[in-house]
């Protein structure tokens, strides 16, 4: 009988940090996105991918995996997001952004960007804005006018691989 060798672990992994919601946050996320009128060619995010970024670490060598699990867990005050703004950005981008940016997160965001730093990796320069992405490739798409508020409560985050034609897995959550 022959026997199929398991696929080498790949070189490096497509790595970001994210509040990753819970089933019923989804669901309200998917409920936005769904409230949206999409022109031909848009791509709104499936909805096991939702969620808020706090940092995009991009290609990182897969050898470092078990230095990122440990090094990202640091202590933060769990927090309550409000999220109802619908936006769409210059670039195409269709997103749900929070009314206001909690204190809490914006701490998280610094305690992780010092964590990356740590670990030798380079966080992102431009500007935070917290966001859901709900579509790619959306100039022309008509958000909702209103709709209800979602209240997320933030009391985890994670570290997630993005794998393209998988998709995304949750390698840890932190609380």
Do not use: C
Request: no cysteine.
């Amino acid at each position: 009988m022959n026997e199929i060798a398991p696929s080498p672990a790949p070189s490096s992994l497509r790595l970001f940090l994210a509040l990753w919601p819970d089933d019923a946050v989804r669901a309200q996320l998917r409920a936005w996105r769904d409230r949206w009128t999409w022109p031909r060619g848009a791509a709104p995010v499936d909805s096991a991918k939702l969620h808020l970024t706090l940092h995009f670490l991009g290609g990182v060598p897969s050898e470092r995996l078990p230095d990122l699990l440990d090094g990202f867990s640091l202590p933060f005050s769990p927090f309550a997001l409000y999220l109802g703004r619908a936006e769409l950005w210059h670039n195409g981008i269709a997103v749900l952004a929070p009314h206001d940016v909690p204190r809490a997160l914006l701490d998280l965001h610094a305690g992780l960007a010092q964590s990356l730093q740590d670990l030798g990796l380079q966080p992102e320069e431009r500007a935070y804005r917290p966001h859901v992405t709900m579509a790619r490739r959306a100039r022309d798409a008509a958000p909702p006018q209103e709709g209800p508020e979602i209240v997320w409560r933030a009391d985890r985050y994670a570290l997630v691989e993005s794998r393209p034609g998988v998709g995304y897995t949750v390698l840890r959550e932190y609380r």
